[in-house]
């Protein structure tokens, strides 16, 4: 099957031991609506039948291209991807995942109406086995429609980079690309990308389908979370270095404030030991110190949450048991003194007390931010 040499939409598709599954995401492109496409699939030193399907896909459909990685990893395979592509607009698929057959037409019509990045709802399906929640509060999407992008929009905004399209004009006018060797990779991708969006349309469809089984990569990182919480740091200050570079600091300081202070809260909370937990406070610390207390126009609220960091006070709120619920730690206690070895989590900002004690916690203790 011959189509087009440039083709309207690139789909980069890291694999990685996932034969059994690859025909099932391959089979949902060539049933697209919108079948002008090409398929760039990053194959990262599989051991199973993987290339042998990808192989067998490109030999039937000129627009299936496979390419190889040696296990370098899904940030490497992606960044494979991206300067191989071809097409004016970007998206991603993982090979155990699968579209909706209007996914590709639906989203491109939203950039074609002048979005800068389009976002689709998602469908979670899980495999046998399958022990974690499913995380549809996370891919609830704040509105509907076609909106003009502000910070606000894009805090509420899920930071998976697969249920959404890009121009790969502002990918390469940013430079962005993955940032190699750290999980937590689409937090930064996204991070960037958004500092150069104007306008962005929500799509209430769930029409991208994550499939979530034992063992998938999602499966063994939730398994193995607490070995990275020193990578959700250095995403968190890769993210602020990133608009440093490009002088945006300033034109998106309370999206960046707020996302900074939202990964280091979750490094703190996937820290599982008090030295873990400490380095990744003085990271945090030091970082702020260096970067963010300077400068001039932070929110008082912002300037809090830091100065409770600093005092090893953490406060954070989340909409849960009938409000908005805060909580605060002993005065001056610090990470390692706590005894008590599961963290509380609230919006991302870990209280060392635990779930049960909260509600005498929050009784006894100054509340108020």
């Known amino acids: 099957m011959r189509h087009n040499v440039m083709p309207e939409i690139s789909i980069i598709i890291p694999v990685y031991n996932c034969a059994k599954y690859l025909g099932r995401c391959l089979d949902s492109l060539r049933t697209q609506t919108f079948q002008d496409w090409e398929a760039v699939c990053i194959d990262d030193g599989s051991t199973d039948d993987s290339v042998k399907v990808l192989e067998g896909y490109a030999a039937r459909d000129t ?40 996914m590709c037409a639906k989203l491109l019509a939203a950039m074609r109406e002048g979005a800068d990045m389009a976002v689709c709802g998602v469908q979670e399906v899980f495999g046998k086995g399958w022990k974690h929640k499913p995380l549809t509060q996370y891919f609830t999407l704040p509105v509907k429609g076609k909106h003009i992008a502000s910070d606000s929009l894009f805090m509420r905004t899920d930071a998976c980079v697969w249920n959404k399209i890009y121009r790969r004009e502002f990918i390469e006018r940013g430079g962005i690309r993955f940032p190699e060797g750290l999980r937590f990779e689409d937090e ?51 993210i602020w270095k990133y608009y440093e570079q490009h002088r945006l600091v300033e034109k998106h300081l309370p999206y960046l404030i707020h996302t900074w202070l939202r990964l280091c809260a979750g490094a703190l909370a996937l820290a599982n030991s008090r030295k873990q937990l400490s380095n990744t406070e003085n ?21 809090q949450r830091l100065s409770l960091l600093a005092e090893h006070r953490w406060v954070g709120s989340r909409s849960k048991w009938g409000g908005i619920l805060r909580c605060r730690c002993k005065d001056k206690m610090r990470p390692g003194e706590c005894v008590v070895t599961r963290k509380y989590y609230l919006l991302g900002i870990p209280c060392w007390v635990r779930k049960k004690e909260y509600v005498r916690v929050c009784s006894e203790r100054d509340t108020t931010l």
């Open 63 to 102: 627009r299936v291209r496979v390419l190889a990685k040696t296990g370098a990893g899904t940030s490497s395979a992606r960044n494979v991807g991206l300067d191989a592509a071809r097409a004016p607009f970007i998206m991603f698929c993982d090979g155990d995942d699968w579209y909706e057959p209007s």
């Open 188 to 238: 930064y991708f996204l991070a960037a990308y958004i500092a150069y969006v104007g306008c962005m349309t929500f799509l209430p469809e769930k029409l991208y389908f994550y499939y979530r089984h034992a063992g998938s990569f999602m499966g063994s990182y939730c398994r193995e979370l607490h070995h990275h919480s020193s990578d959700l740091i250095e995403i968190a200050n890769l």
């Open 283 to 303: 990271q945090a610390l030091n970082f702020a110190r260096d970067h963010i207390a300077p400068l001039p126009h932070i929110l008082p609220e912002h300037k």
